[in-house]
């Protein structure tokens, strides 16, 4: 069965063409008892709008893109927290997703098809040149990545302050040996083990640093080396939750109890950190704070106000029970 088409809404409607386009672009024209009408020959028809073709005969999209990677629970807290910042801005979000299927350059093409009037990308995997080329037809911003790259601005949380929360945290709980399962070459990763190595040695103590990375089987792949050759720590910190899961999950098979003889702290404070299962200590990122300078950087490169850039949000601790002093 073919697509509805506005035509045929307003055959059914009995209206003209120009009067279902005002009536769906929500504009001023027609009479509630004729609104009325017309939308319900379209929910009749299972009529949807192109709002492509009606983006491109508009000056202004007023429309914002954001690339996400649906791995990452993290990037959905945010996507949540654009929409309410974009919203009260008097923007629209349209999301293009980064997959195991679909490469991040697909999903920017996506966006710029939709003439998207700025581009929000979440942890950015591209190169600075790569990102630069992007900003010089519209303003970029980063959240997530210490990305340096001309014309692209940066919004993100201070990873180095909020490895060094989780430190001391442990810290206070009286443990001296702690490891750090970093995040690869994922963006923050860097930023993280850095916290991580400047709050211990800042504290008296020595670094111990185990490659990881940022999913699932990453933290469970940890944990398997963790157990084979025990290291002698009483606390470990992760890349982020996702990996504290995984790490978690493997650990709860062996002999060592959680909190009891190994305390555990994520980073991203998403939704699974909180669940029953996990009840994970982490470390917050702010995503209110993180949505609404984004917003407010994209507006102010569209209205020609330079931005300050980077935006840096602080994190906080989130203690909840994989914590505890040690035996």
């Known amino acids: 069965m073919s697509r509805a088409t506005m035509e045929d809404v307003a055959r059914l409607a009995g209206v003209s063409r120009a009067l279902v386009s005002i009536v769906y672009r929500d504009a001023p024209g027609a009479s509630d008892a004729t609104r009325a009408r017309v939308l319900a020959a379209g929910k009749e028809l299972g009529y949807r709008p192109d709002h492509r073709a009606r983006l491109l005969g508009r000056t202004r999209t007023r429309l914002l893109g954001v690339t996400f990677d649906v791995r990452a629970p993290f990037h959905g807290d945010l996507v949540e927290a654009l929409y309410s910042a974009a919203e009260a801005a008097g923007y629209d979000l349209t999301l293009s997703a980064v997959a195991p299927s679909r490469a991040e350059p697909r999903a920017v093409q996506s966006l710029l098809d939709y003439r998207c009037e700025a581009l929000i990308l979440l942890g950015p995997q591209l190169s600075p040149s790569a990102l630069s080329a992007l900003a010089e037809s519209q303003p970029v911003i980063a959240i997530g990545r210490n990305v340096r790259a001309a014309g692209v601005d940066v919004v993100r949380t201070d990873d180095v302050a909020g490895s060094r929360l989780a430190v001391e945290h442990l810290l206070s709980l009286g443990h001296t040996s702690i490891l750090h399962i970093d995040g690869g070459k994922t963006p923050g990763a860097t930023e993280r083990r850095t916290g991580y190595r400047k709050a211990i040695r800042h504290a008296g103590f020595e670094p111990h640093v185990q490659p ?37 999950d ?19 404070n998403t939704a699974i950190a909180a669940s029953s299962h996990l009840n994970l200590t982490t470390v917050a990122q702010n995503t209110t704070a993180l949505a609404t300078q984004t917003i407010t950087t994209a507006h102010a490169r569209l209205t020609g106000t330079p931005p300050t850039s980077p935006v840096v949000i602080p994190p906080t601790l989130v203690p909840r029970c994989t914590t505890a002093p040690p035996r």
């Open 212 to 248: 990881g990375g940022r999913t699932e089987a990453d933290g469970a792949d940890a944990a398997k080396t963790f157990l084979n050759e025990p290291p002698p720590v009483t606390a470990v910190t992760l890349f982020n939750d996702r990996a504290a899961m995984g790490f978690l």
């Open 250 to 268: 493997t650990i709860r098979q062996s002999p060592l109890e959680i909190p009891a003889d190994l305390s555990v702290v994520g980073y991203d």
